[in-house]
């Protein structure tokens, strides 16, 4: 049974830092692609951050620089730091894991993040 268990959220102010973390199990861990998207209210969701099973990280232009996506394949999570936060990075967070060939994709529950001015 696959599960994505997020935790670290709440609630920041503008400029602050928050560390997520995805707990993850029931599958091949190291070998998958590990995600951190993101959805406010009226918005579609949209990926943050991508870490490949190689440790190749990319990000969403609006974050670069300011959030580092990491993975640690021995203990099976992956976190985002997420520094500098603005007023824009509010929203539910979410871990998502798929292989390197798409064909399956998984999703945590979720965590908020609320930066306040």
């Known amino acids: 049974q696959v599960q994505l268990v997020e935790s670290g959220g709440g609630v920041v102010l503008a400029g602050g830092s928050l560390n997520l973390s995805c707990a993850a199990s029931g599958f091949p861990f190291s070998s998958y692609y590990m995600s951190w998207y993101r959805q406010a209210p009226g918005n579609e969701r949209e990926l943050v951050a991508r870490i490949t099973s190689s440790g190749r990280a990319n990000y969403q232009e609006s974050v670069r620089g300011r959030f580092t996506i990491s993975r640690d394949n021995v203990k099976q999570t992956t976190a985002l730091q997420m520094n500098d936060l603005k007023l824009e990075d509010t929203g539910e967070y979410y871990c998502?894991?798929?292989?390197?060939?798409?064909?399956?994709?998984?999703w945590g529950q979720g965590t908020q993040v609320t930066v306040s001015s």
């Open positions: 998502h894991s798929m292989p390197q060939d798409r064909t399956v994709g998984y």
